[in-house]
Nanobody, 123 residues
Framework: QVQLVESGGGLVQPGGSLRLSCAAS????????MGWYRQAPGKQRDLVAT???????NYADSVKGRFTVSRDNDKNTVYLQMNSLKPEDTAVYHC?????????????????WGQGTQVTVSS
């Protein structure tokens, strides 16, 4: 089975920084696009950033210039560097990856989700 595990969340003051990571493991044949999503209490889950296997990235307007998404294909890991954090960034952050399971190559890829990591920005 394929599994995604996030880490790096925590409590930080406004203007501070955090770096999230998400590592995929299991019977992985290949990984396509990867991304980060966030969900605050009572709100929908929103896209934060995505990155292709080749390194092309896209960001939500609310985080452009502050967040940077990157990946290490050798480690099957995607990162999210978050700078100049605001209280509005407080949410549970989930990673997502489109992955082809080694045992399901003919079937094709499907989306996998991590368990989430809490980010709280407060003074």
């Amino acid at each position: 089975q394929v599994q995604l595990v996030e880490s790096g969340g925590g409590l930080v003051q406004p203007g501070g920084s955090l770096r999230l990571s998400c590592a995929a493991s299991g019977s992985i044949f290949s990984i396509g696009d990867m991304g980060w999503y966030r969900q605050a209490p009572g709100k929908q889950r929103d896209l934060v950033a995505t990155i292709t296997r080749g390194g092309r990235s896209n960001y939500a307007d609310s985080v452009k210039g502050r967040f940077t998404v990157s990946r290490d294909n050798d480690k099957n890991t995607v990162y999210l560097q978050m700078n100049s954090l605001k209280p509005e960034d407080t949410a549970v952050y989930h990673c997502n990856a489109h992955i082809i399971d080694y045992n399901r190559v003919i079937v094709g890829g499907q989306d996998y989700w991590g368990q989430g990591t809490q980010v709280t920005v407060s003074s």
